[in-house]
């Protein structure tokens, strides 16, 4: 299915500001040589929307989603027989292939990235030659590609995204106490009605020092928990929101309001068919059919069951042309802000979204399924 197009003629908008900030070098070389058209501007600041009505029919109706991952060779022959090395980088998250490019990948190698991301979470590609045009098409393997409303995007490629610290801090400024911004435990686009998917992450620039990532399992997050409180949340659903607030058409005096939208707090993954725990700090607001007393103690317990137990993160040192993929279905991630804005970050990001999370009762964890252990 082809990407939903923003109509601007149905959507009340505030015009998009002209940003003037100096690429950095490499990121600079990168773009031109992908034939990108720097002339009017970098990056392209589409119109932002006023009205929470117009951000809802942009992506309201059902697409139909297959998982490539789920018709991957379990061997994953193809892909990793291929690289030079695959290393896991911790024991339940996080692998690095060497010795690939990921513009070059066969169908069959992609439907095997599909399944290793599911199983591992996050797998990572160092020293790629890749333009924003083939990190697109590659995201379109995995699923319809989100075209944001209002953040920054490539020019001329609808869908990719920039991510430059230095243009988010020219409308909130960061700080050592306060980063904002990505540095904050989340899982990108929770509030769509079909939430993200596969998110291809390229930085073409990084500091020498810091600016690493996070990641976090929620397999293993899931596995934490005693199969008693187990069954506590298993079925349960939660509210889930938007990062950007909206006018309420109909009572715009009321102030900014999020997109909300009703998921469960544990899903199954479609290749995979293992639960994982799928709540973040950020933007999971309540659990449904909870007092909001009972509601904040077990979130409070589950986002720090994912962010204090480190033997199921792992944390990511960049450098220049590297990629991340990742799962925003089994995941959270925080991207540090140690560098403090000292050297520039630069990269290009495309989310492939998904189909409607879904639970299931009879479905394994991870370690039942793996055979790694009985319940405790």
Known sequence: MAPTAIDPTIIDVVQPKKDNLNLPPESRKRLEKAGIDLSGGYPYRPAKPLYL??????????????????????????????????????????????????????????????????????????????????????????????????????????????????????????????????????????????????????????????????????????????????????GKKAVYRSAHPYLDRDDPVAGPKYIERTHPLVRVHPATGWKALWVNRAMTERIVGLDKAESDLILGYLFDVFEKNIDIQVRFKWTPCTSALWDNRITIHNASWDYEGTQPRHGTRVTALAEVPFFREDAPTRRQALGLTTED
């Open 53 to 234: 009505q117009d951000v809802q029919k942009i992506r309201g109706t059902y697409r139909e989603h297959h998982d490539p991952g789920a018709r991957a060779d379990p061997a994953k022959s193809a892909l990793l027989g291929a690289a030079e090395k695959v290393i896991d980088l911790t024991t339940h998250i996080g692998t690095e292939i060497v010795g690939l490019q990921l513009k070059d990948l066969t169908d069959r190698q992609k439907d095997e990235l599909g399944l290793l991301i599911a199983e591992r979470s996050v797998v990572f590609f160092r020293d790629q030659d890749i333009s924003p045009q083939q990190q697109k098409s590659l995201g379109e393997w995995y699923g319809e590609i989100e075209i944001h409303p209002q953040v920054p995007q490539v020019p001329g490629v609808p869908g990719v995204t920039v991510i430059w610290p230095e243009l988010q801090a020219k409308e909130v400024k960061a700080s050592f106490r306060r980063p904002g911004g990505a540095s904050r435990w989340h899982t990108d686009l929770v509030h769509e009605k079909q939430p993200a998917g596969v998110t291809h992450l390229h930085n073409d620039t990084v500091p020498t020092v810091g600016g690493d990532t996070i990641w976090a399992s929620g397999y293993s997050a899931y596995e934490k928990l005693s199969p008693d409180f187990r069954k506590i949340i298993d």
